[in-house]
């Protein structure tokens, strides 16, 4: 992944083509929350972010090969059992985000990337 530029920023800032317009995200945010409150009818929560992380482990697990990323970094000490619970849920939205039905790899290690900040692990 290539960092951006600051002329790509400026072209972005000032109305160039750097990115999607608004109502395109605007749909795709919407659909992605759609997604959301479909999988957790039924349960006290409406959103990725309020289910707890035993629940999400249990009745939405992923795949060994989704998570070999996290599980590495916890092996390792940079991520804490806290954390890892808190990838797999933003895991979740970065999934919805992209329509998929469930969290694959791509969008565990974008949200391990997010959660240690390092761009090595995000594939966004």
């Known amino acids: 992944m290539t960092p951006v530029g600051p002329g790509d920023l400026l072209d972005a800032a000032s109305g160039g083509q750097g990115g999607e317009p608004t109502a395109t995200v605007m749909e ?13 009818a039924g349960t006290p929560w409406q959103c990725n972010a309020q289910v707890p992380g035993q629940v ?14 996290a599980e590495r970094a916890l092996r390792a000490g940079t991520l804490t059992a806290r954390g890892l619970d808190r990838v797999i849920r933003v895991a979740w939205t970065v999934a919805d985000l992209a329509g998929a039905n469930k969290p694959d790899k791509s969008s ?5 990337g997010f959660r240690l900040g390092s761009v090595a692990f995000a594939a966004c």
């Open 56 to 69: 999400l482990r249990n009745h939405w697990p992923l795949t060994t090969d989704a998570l070999t990323s």
């Open 108 to 112: 565990v290690d974008t949200a391990l």
């Open 28 to 40: 795709r945010v919407a659909a992605a929350r759609e997604r959301a409150v479909r999988r957790l």
